[in-house]
C-alpha cells in the first residue's frame, strides 16, 4: 500500500465523518470562529465570519465529491 492507497483511505474517512456528522463539524468551525473573533477583539468579525462561511461551505463540497 503506497502512500497515494493511504491517502485516499484518509479522505474517504473523512467523507464519511462529514457525512454523518456534518452539522457538528459546521458548530465547530462557527466556535473555531468565534475564539479567534474573541482573541482579535471583534477587530475582524466580517473577515472571520466569511471565512467561516467559506470553510463550509469547502467542507459541504467536499462531503459530497463521489
Known amino acids: 500500500m503506497g502512500i497515494g492507497?493511504?491517502?485516499?483511505e484518509l479522505k474517504d474517512k473523512a467523507?464519511?465523518?462529514l457525512g454523518?456528522?456534518?452539522d457538528k463539524v459546521d458548530q465547530g468551525v462557527?466556535?473555531?470562529g468565534q475564539?479567534?473573533?474573541e482573541r482579535t477583539g471583534g477587530?475582524?468579525?466580517e473577515h472571520i465570519r466569511q471565512g467561516t462561511e467559506?470553510?463550509?461551505e469547502g467542507l459541504?463540497?467536499?462531503g459530497r465529491q463521489q
Open 20 to 22: 454523518q456528522h456534518g
Open 30 to 32: 462557527d466556535r473555531a
Open 5 to 8: 492507497d493511504k491517502f485516499d
Open 15 to 17: 467523507k464519511d465523518v
Open 43 to 45: 477587530q475582524h468579525s
Open 54 to 56: 467559506k470553510a463550509k
Open 60 to 62: 459541504d463540497r467536499f
Open 35 to 37: 475564539a479567534v473573533d
